[in-house]
């Protein structure tokens, strides 16, 4: 199997103005899980294709989930990302908008290397899939400000933003190897899934995690009374006097008492078993939509995928 | 002959999220010269080229030109463009981070319809101009805080910031008509000239135009101690009493008097007949280019965008 890191390694930032390039190259050798390459290339070697077609669009998705990153910390007024200085830290606000754009344009100049006669259907998903992402950005800012967002609501939000990405991975790898319409279909869907399952396995781990090996503070959600799948679900459910403790609650400022008391409340809703079910519940669709795929080692991969992202603790 | 205007108007950005889409309709609502997809369409129609087919090219060019002088506006804390707030001023710099970002991958939306066959070229070509933008931005960043920039560095960071999308402009439309490479390079290398007379002529209209018709304050550049291409002449061919006067006013802020003193020592070096000079030659070099041209009404009007943009008074 191609090795992703070497391929992203080999990526060549060296040339002038590195003021552009420098904090290309350092976005890029922070590591991550390399997810989106990996599904792209295991989603080609499923239908017998061959992975070199397929690593033009690896990269040109991780190199555009790096893209968004950049500029969701510089949004975000993040100052640590994997365990480093974020880019507007390290430099500067204007760096970071910058080379955050040339990293984008970098993605389509990887994309552009696909096969030609596959190129115009690939760049069609890749920029739906790049439209969805910014869109479900605007959501997640939007929501901040509501008070009435639904669970619903949510979840399209979390397709957007996180599932369509690795759904447009499964299904590009599929296209290159040549899989039929119905067999990519089932791809996008099994990695939509697989993305939902993820996103609310991450708001899960942020209250119920380890700390330790969370690897980072349990309730930061809560004290920014972000809207995760556990706080709709826990005002979809809640009877009176629990939404009153809640928004109580929620007008405090960051508190340890307040992720104690918020946790008190989700336990007694029973927020807890809620997500659980939902991410078993789209674990399950995953894996039903596995029986088509065809049975080979790549398969195995996928369903290790698959099985370490439900139950991972970090 | 197609009308541009109405092209863009058509664009439907009435979707949901508006926090994300309503900030393009108001860029893209807010005029400017529609140059670039001008040169396009002419350069099609110069070759006999159907300009539908253009079209696509020439909207994706113009959604990119404004997404640039929208991700510029935050990086300048720049207040008004084309007599309007911009956007981080009327929103706010998260909301032009973020609905920049789409305006790029809307670029690339549009340029994905253009015809099948051509896409790879096209977007290679797309690509290319797009990164050195981004570089003659990084480049014109670097310039302010070096002492040591060159004219031939500066001539180099206008083609990259401002020719190399007028030249991309014009090769695509000639492409996509089946004009051959002969031609499509005296088109690009048209459009390198023409952009570079441009810019120049926008450096001297900021010291030498006439406020009333240039439409903005003069001297503007002489008060923020900008590298034109009128300061570097001027210390190119000062003698050591000049460059001494020149270091000292720059040293001092703005002011009226720092802009008359400036403009008096640009004329004593000689400053304005030589960014004349160049004007004069690039435009002649243009010109030049156009005896290859087949001739015809679409050359009759490139010819007449290039007298005009040669004499403009702002």
């Not at 599904?39 to 061959?50: E, T, V, W």
């Not at 899934?193 to 809560?222: C, R, W």
């Not at 928004?247 to 997500?275: C, F, N, Q």
Request: proline residues 3%; charged residues 25%.
């Amino acid at each position: 199997m191609l090795d992703i890191n070497k391929a992203i390694e080999r990526l060549d930032w060296s040339r002038e103005p590195q003021g552009l390039y420098a904090p290309i190259a350092y976005t890029l050798a922070s590591g991550g899980k390399r997810l989106r390459p990996q599904l792209a290339l295991l989603s080609c070697r499923l239908f017998g294709g061959d992975e070199e077609q397929a690593l033009p669009v690896a990269l040109a998705l991780e190199v555009f989930h790096n893209f968004t990153l950049l500029h969701d910390d510089v949004m975000d007024r993040a100052s640590v990302r994997r365990g480093r200085e974020t880019v507007h830290v390290k430099w500067n606000d204007n760096t970071a908008i910058l080379s955050g754009d040339q990293m984008l344009i970098e993605a389509y100049k990887l994309l552009a290397e696909a096969p030609g006669d596959k190129l115009p259907v690939l760049l069609r998903w890749f920029n739906e899939m790049a439209t969805g992402i910014c869109e479900g950005q605007q959501y997640d800012v939007d929501f901040e400000a509501r008070g009435d967002v639904t669970i619903e609501e949510y979840i399209e939000m979390i397709r957007l933003k996180t599932s369509v990405l690795l759904a447009n991975a499964l299904r590009s790898g599929a296209y290159i190897a040549g899989a039929d319409e119905e067999q990519q279909k089932r791809l996008y869907d099994w990695g939509i899934h697989v993305g939902l399952a993820f996103q609310i396995q991450d708001d899960l781990l942020d209250v119920y995690g380890d700390e330790k090996t969370f690897g980072k503070a349990i309730g930061g959600d809560i004290c920014c009374n972000k809207k995760t799948y556990l706080l709709l679900s826990a005002f979809a459910h809640a009877d009176t006097a629990q939404r009153e403790a809640l928004e109580g609650w929620l007008a405090r400022p960051a508190s340890k008492e307040k992720i104690e008391a918020v946790t008190v409340l989700y336990d007694a809703i029973g927020v807890r078993a809620m997500a659980e079910e939902a991410i078993l519940s789209h674990s399950r669709q995953a894996l039903a939509l596995m029986d088509s795929f065809p049975d080979n080692e790549a398969r195995e991969q996928l369903q290790h995928l698959l099985r370490k992202l439900a139950t991972r603790k970090n």
